[in-house]
């Protein structure tokens, strides 16, 4: 059963109020700056800006990188220098260190955009810190390659100060591929200049306060997320995301949002955004 994440679930949680109405995209509309601090939003965006750099980018030296992306080999950092996911500014480096295909990634990354004035608030902003750090373990065999990703020191870290509500809000999440065990976060393609990449599995994203778990998204794509970088280098032009919804022991809820057929066309409940414009 495909439902937005429920209203209910959400005051119970006290989530709404954040940047618009932070729940269902059926309930709070189309308003994009609603749309991207909802379940469904962060799940998806923020996901986008932490694979950023996909595999396929990590590994090869003359790939092409999407706009904004620029990499140092001499200290094997990626800066960040354009527009996120949510057309934000997105600023900050993700460094890495490589041993023998594996990859390991220090995330330092802010987004920063301005929203919708008010009187009382002329210059409001939504600013996501990400922190942590991520493994790539990369396997080649024939030309085809496999990359899977884990967080073996703990999970990434997603910070939002919404300064838009008074007094601003602050929300923290947790990033950890594999949701489902059975389902690992999987990047495949072929060759150092592929004409197709394919991103399948689960991830999670948990909402903490004081430390503490109170709602887990829990993502799987099927079908599979792809890009096609010759065409649209930065977001994929296809695949579906299941987003379900827990909070708190309330019955799970469900969501689907599904990319294209467009570079970057997100359609969620109810609404639908083009990633970085």
Known sequence: MNVGLGLGALLTLGLIG???????????????????VSPAGVATLSFMDLEAVRPDLLVSASATLPSGISFN????????????????????????????????????????????????NPDPTQTWVYSGTQVITVVASAGSNTATFSTPQGPLTAVLTDTSTTPATVKTYTFTPSSDPTQPLTETWTGVQPTQVTLGGSYAFKQLVLGQPIATLACTMAPSLTWTPASCAGYPNSGTLSISYTGLGLISETTGVTFGPGCGQVAFDGASITLGH
């Open 18 to 36: 954040c940047g618009g109405n932070s729940g269902s995209t059926t309930v709070t509309g189309t308003a994009p700056t609603s749309v991207e």
């Open 73 to 120: 080999p001499a200290t094997s950092t990626y800066t960040f220098n354009g527009s996120a996911a949510n057309a934000g500014t997105f600023n900050g480096t993700v460094s890495f260190t490589a041993v023998s295909g594996v990859y390991t990634e220090t995330f330092d990354l802010t987004t920063t955009k301005a929203v919708a004035a008010t009187a009382s």
